[in-house]
């Protein structure tokens, strides 16, 4: 589900007059957050689209090239990307069909499955990202460095205190 519009002020106001409890300021700003943050998910799932690929495959193979070398159980992909192990395992399935990446048995643990990124998934990681890289400076070109660093310190600030609501077990990590 994608927010496609923001409520107007007038919608807020009208919304906090019958919620005591809402405030007006915390809400906009929360809206603004959430509303960016799946747009800009949004821009990202539609150009790997365009380029062949889906977020989810992309976030497989950006993980397992900054892991050069090291095959990674689906157990421990599934917990950095927070999905399920099925879901990791169906999109390794379409992705070792593609020779994009193997899966490995653990030699110490023959029931455990890693996952080994093969030299065409490292070339498609490679090849796919200065295209992202020059959406996030496009992106970005409006805000100068003082202004990204005060927008990294808040969206930090509100990610560590949204841990314990998004499951997160130590939020304050970041």
Known sequence: MFLKEMPSYQMLLDCAKRYPSMDL???EAYLHVVRTGTYLQHCVERKLARLGTSHGRFMILALLANLPGKAQPVSTLARMLGVTM???SSLITGMA???LVRRVLDPEDRRLVRVELLPDGLSL???????LFRDQDEIMAGLD???MRVLITLLAKVRLDAGPCAGEREAREA
């Open 25 to 27: 300021l915390t809400t």
């Open 145 to 147: 460095e003082t202004e």
């Open 97 to 99: 069909r593609d020779g």
């Open 86 to 88: 099925p879901t990791v």
């Open 125 to 131: 990681h490679d090849a796919l990202l200065p295209g």
